[in-house]
């Protein structure tokens, strides 16, 4: 069965960095594109970057971008978001999600457990 185990969530002060990690199992990891989507307390899902396949393609939401970068590994079935710069606003809890199709359709069919980032002094 389809698994998107989240990892490399913690705690992080303003101005930091964080790395999450994503390990797939279950599918044909390189023929799907994958996003990363987040959640705040009390506010609801927000996409945050997606990219191709192949890695061809990335994007962000404009809250994230040149301070988030995502990448991925498809011979170790690994999806990565690299944060920078991290702000308070950033503190949520973080998915990786599996897109339907190659390309980044926003179409999800699995999610993960979700990571918790926290962001503070």
């Known amino acids: 069965q389809v698994q998107l185990v989240e990892s490399g969530g913690g705690l992080a002060q303003p101005g930091g960095s964080l790395r999450l990690s994503c390990a797939a199992s279950g599918f044909t990891f390189s023929s799907y594109a994958m996003s990363w989507a987040r959640q705040a307390p009390g506010k609801g899902l927000e996409w945050v970057s997606g990219i191709y396949s192949d890695g061809s393609n990335t994007y962000y939401a404009d809250s994230v971008k040149g301070r988030f970068t995502i990448s991925r590994d498809n011979a170790k079935n690994t999806l990565y978001l690299q944060m920078n710069s991290l702000k308070a606003e950033d503190t949520a809890l973080y998915y990786c999600?599996?897109?339907?199709?190659?390309?980044?359709?926003?179409?999800?069919?699995?999610w993960g457990q979700g990571t918790q980032v926290t962001v503070s002094s």
């Open positions: 999600v599996k897109d339907k199709r190659g390309i980044v359709t926003r179409e999800y069919d699995y």
